[in-house]
Every structure is written in C-alpha cells, then in structure tokens.
C-alpha cells in the first residue's frame, strides 16, 4: 500500500496528459489517474466502437478530453502548450500485428513520427516534468530463445508492428541523448510490457478479446497459434509500472532515464490453448467452441521479458499469478456484459481489489 500512497503522493492534483486514452490501456491509465487524484487531459482518436472501455465507463465525462490525430503536429503543439501538463504518458499506436501487415505505411507513420511528434511538442514546453514513452515487448529484435528480454538487447522486428516499435524505443533513446540530457530538461522513461489483457478490450484480432466476442455472439472462436508463448499479464499489473517508473523518474532524476520492462511473473509465461483452457474452466464461460486455423503471416513463438532492473530499481514487481490474472480478466468482461449501468464503478472496485494486494 506504501507504493500506492507514494503515487497519490505524486499524481494528486497534478495535470497529466495522456495520447491514445481512448484505447484499451490509456482508458485504464486515465481511470487510475482519476483514482489517484490527477486532472486527466487526453488526447486520442475517437473510441472505435460503443463497446470500448472509454466509451462504457463514459470517461469523456470525466477526463479533459481532445480528439485529434498524434500525427498531426500542429494540433498536438497548441495542445500541450495551452494544457502545459506536469506529465505525459505516450499511448498512441496502431497496436495490432495483423494490421501492420495490412498497413504497413500507416502503422510505421503512427508508431514512429507520432513519438518523434511528441518529443518535438515537449522539447518546447519547460513545465512537464517526465514523459513516458509506451511501447512493447515486440520491440526487441525476437531470437526465440527461452530467456527473457533485457533492456540493453538489441531492437528488433520482423513484421512491421514489430519493427515500427523498435523504432520508437530507438527514438527515444536518440531524443534522451540528443535534447534530454540537461539537468533542467524533462526527463524521459520508455515502458515495455507483455501481452496485456483485462476487461474493456474489445480490438480485433486478439485472442482475449475473440474469446469473449464468441462468447457474447455465442459464435466459434478461431485460434491461430495454440502453441505460442505469451508473458500475459493483466492490464493494472503494467499501468502501475508505468506510474511507479515517473514516480521514480521525478525523485531520482536523470540516472534513471530509458528503457524499462514491466513483465509479469515468471509462471504466468504461457501458451495460447492454456490461455484458452484456464478461461473455459469458468463455468460462466465456458460454451466457446474453439476451432484452429493455421496463420499466413508469421508472429513470434515465445516472448519473455526480464524485468529484473525493474524489480530492484524501481522497486516495482508484479502482484498477480497466471490464475489471478485469468480471474481478474474475466471479471472485468462479465463487469460490463452482465451490468452496463455502472461499468466505471467496477473498473474501480477492480483497482481496489489490486491494491488489496500490494
């Protein structure tokens, strides 16, 4: 509970923008944030669908909210000068594998120049203090071998997605050297996370989200990989590293400047069909029929990430189990399937429960 008090400590009151908080994760963010006491100003595009967790927790209410394109500069600039926040965390992304193939030149533009947008805007803002550049385990160049990720291997990516992220984190190293060495200038964080699931995600694509779009449409779920190896984590586990690292970032300074991995434990690394297996040993759920289809694009295997500098920099660890993570995910489904009325409130209830366990 000492972290979580040390984060009020931080955010309370403060301005903090967030791009890409209409998304899966940065509506977590923005929802945690308000918990902590911050004033929330996003700036995203619009929700792609009535069902994303922006829209049922009716975050537009309660956050500061712009619908703009981080590609676009010019928006972005007067943005942030007119908010001048204390703190930025960048989620802005075209996040899907799948999609990179079918938009490479897009997803490159979103992922590179959208982070390159960013730092140009906060180079000319002297207020805000840290700015967290939010990436992905898939950043690292992927030599399928069964040891985790550090954070000085090598970037990487054989798909575009893959690719355009590995340039992001190259970005920000450039930018961190280039214009953020100085010690009056803002200082800057990358995040790094595993595949993250939980309530509220309903993107295309992706196996947990299918999972439950199945099982609402009562409709057969098709299963690309069931022998890839994923380090799932639970959506909460890696938004508190990211806060605890610009916690951390702001009261120990520059030593502590770029790329960190927020991974979870070491046995919740595991494949798709026991992914699938432990989501249908909930009788609530389990009348998914399940049918594999062989992909015609490659993905990584195996994915593991060492979050050891985290652990003993940072002192930052994740709480959860694979169980616990499954258990919390599924709740955060049925929160929203089986009552609408106050979605906002059980994502809440779902953070109190964590701290619980801290």
């Not at 799932?232 to 009261?251: D, I, M, N």
Request: with cysteine; aromatic share 12%; charged share 20%.
């Amino acid at each position: 509970m000492n972290n979580y008090n040390n984060l009020k400590k931080t955010f309370n009151g403060k301005k903090v923008f967030i791009t890409g908080n209409t998304g899966f994760k940065g509506s977590w963010l923005s929802i945690i944030l308000l918990e902590l006491g911050a004033k929330v100003y996003g700036y995203a595009l619009k929700p792609l669908t009535e069902n994303d967790n922006f829209i049922t927790t009716e975050l537009a209410s309660k956050v500061n909210q712009i619908y703009a394109d981080i590609r676009n500069i010019k928006i972005l600039r007067e943005t942030i000068i007119e908010i001048n926040p204390d703190f930025v965390f960048h989620l802005a992304a075209q996040p899907l594998v799948l999609e990179s193939y079918i938009n490479p030149s897009e997803t490159f533009e979103i992922n590179m120049m959208g982070t390159v947008n960013l730092f140009e805007c906060i180079k000319e803002c002297n207020n805000i203090k840290v700015a967290i550049n939010v990436t992905s385990d898939k950043c690292y160049e992927n030599k399928e071998w069964i040891w985790g990720y550090r954070e000085n291997d090598p970037m990487g990516g054989r798909d575009p997605y893959s690719a355009s992220k590995g340039c992001s984190e190259l970005i920000t190293n450039s930018y961190i050297n280039s214009f953020f060495q100085a010690d009056s200038t803002c200082l800057i964080g990358s995040a790094r996370a595993g595949n993250v699931i939980g309530g509220g995600d309903w993107a295309d694509n992706r196996i947990v989200p299918d999972f439950f779009r199945s099982f609402k449409n009562k409709k057969t779920l098709t299963i690309r990989n069931p022998n890839s190896t994923r380090p799932w984590q639970h959506v909460l586990e890696p938004l508190f590293g990211y806060l605890t690292l610009a916690s951390k970032l702001l009261e120990e300074g520059k030593s502590l400047q770029g790329g960190w991995n927020f991974g979870p434990k070491v046995n919740t690394h595991k494949t798709v069909e026991n992914l699938i297996d432990t989501l249908k040993k909930d009788i609530r759920i389990n009348n998914v029929q399940i049918e594999y289809v062989p992909p015609n694009f490659h993905e990584a295997n195996f994915l593991k990430l060492d979050i050891t500098k985290a652990i003993t920099q940072l002192d930052w660890r994740p709480i959860l189990n694979f169980e616990q993570t499954i258990a919390f995910t599924i709740q955060g489904y049925l929160d929203e399937i089986n009552d609408k009325g106050n979605v906002y409130g059980c994502r809440v209830k779902q953070i109190e429960a964590y701290k619980k366990l801290f």
